[in-house]
């Protein structure tokens, strides 16, 4: 799945970020198959179910029959065609969700070999402030964080310096 780029940085902020507003005690419904993310939260002792790799633009049963305090939503929402949708179906009070940024000095990400490894959308930060806003959801709290890589070059020098991730938490209005 990372192609031997586990992305530790990201997991490490995300997991901090989490234990500061999710109580262990509260269950979780992770929107996106079960993945390494998932089994780090379950080991912390999170009560955490994923979705089952249906097309969230077009199947929300999942996620309309959960009785889940709280869904994530790490890096899923770029995949989606129309996230405002299930954003606006999610009946649990709080939700924790990740984007890539769109960055200025690269195209949109897509695999040219699985077709669901592909973003639709690259949102900044306030597009994707508005869509959580639009389907009534209030920012709590977020984060930022660069992503940068070993590699040389200007883009990966970039990279040192623009935000590449966003972080929520937020609560249903």
């Keep these: 799945m990372y192609e031997g780029k586990y992305p530790y940085k990201r997991y490490r902020i995300t997991l901090e970020f989490l234990k ?3 109580s262990k005690d509260a269950s979780i419904l992770d929107l996106g198959v079960e993945n390494p993310f998932s089994e780090i939260l379950k080991s912390e002792g999170y009560a955490i179910q994923n979705t089952k790799g249906e097309d969230l633009d077009l199947n929300f049963k999942n996620v309309i029959d959960s009785q889940a305090e709280v869904i994530t939503a790490f890096e899923i929402f770029e995949h989606l065609v129309a996230p405002f949708n299930v ?5 649990a009070d709080k939700l924790v969700a ?3 940024m769109r960055l200025w000095f690269a195209s ?10 592909r973003h639709y959308h690259e949102f900044e930060d306030w597009q994707f402030d508005w869509l959580l ?7 709590v709290d977020s984060i930022k964080w660069t992503n940068p890589t070993k590699k040389i070059g200007f883009r990966p020098l970039l990279r040192y310096f623009t935000n590449r991730y966003y972080l929520v938490y937020a609560e249903r209005v």
């Design 20 to 22: 500061k507003h999710i």
């Design 87 to 91: 954003l606006k179906t999610i009946k």
């Design 98 to 100: 990740s984007i890539p």
């Design 108 to 117: 949109a990400y897509r695999s040219k070999t699985d077709p669901w490894d």
């Design 133 to 139: 806003e639009k389907a009534g959801w209030k920012i």
